[in-house]
């Protein structure tokens, strides 16, 4: 069974720093894009970091850029993707979600490209 788990989620002050984290299993993850998209309330999902299957290439929204490093950890059995949050703004409050393609290895920043997601995790930031 595919599962993507994403936690660190979490309430935090205008200019603090989260670390989400998701735990993808049941399929060889290991070969594929990943990524993380948020979706605000009344907002449609958007990109916000991909990494390619090694970790060497990524991409970030020009709203994140600067404040959030994605990464991965790639295991046998297990791969850990993370997203370092700094410097967060009350405008980066959404729900999170992680996703791997399933078959792209590069790291595309289109949704639809994204076969297989997690069940999010909130960050709210105060002002």
């Known amino acids: 069974q595919v599962q993507l788990v994403e936690s660190g989620g979490g309430l935090v002050q205008a200019g603090g720093s989260l670390r989400l984290s998701c735990a993808a299993s049941?399929?060889?993850?290991?070969?594929?894009?990943m990524g993380w998209f948020r979706q605000a309330p009344g907002k449609e999902r958007e990109f916000v970091a991909t990494?390619?299957?090694?970790?060497?290439?990524?991409?970030?929204a020009d709203s994140v850029k600067g404040r959030f490093t994605i990464s991965r950890e790639n295991a046998k059995t297990k791969i850990t993707m993370y997203l370092q949050m700094n410097s967060l703004k009350p405008e980066d409050t959404a729900v999170y979600y992680c996703?791997?393609?399933?078959?792209?290895?590069?790291?595309?920043?289109?949704?639809?490209?994204?076969?297989?997601w997690g069940q999010g995790t909130q960050v709210t930031v105060s002002s």
């Open positions: 049941g399929r060889t993850f290991t070969s594929y894009a």
């Open positions: 990494i390619n299957w090694s970790g060497g290439i990524t991409n970030y």
């Open positions: 996703a791997s393609t399933g078959w792209a290895v590069n790291a595309p920043t289109d949704l639809n490209e994204y076969n297989y």
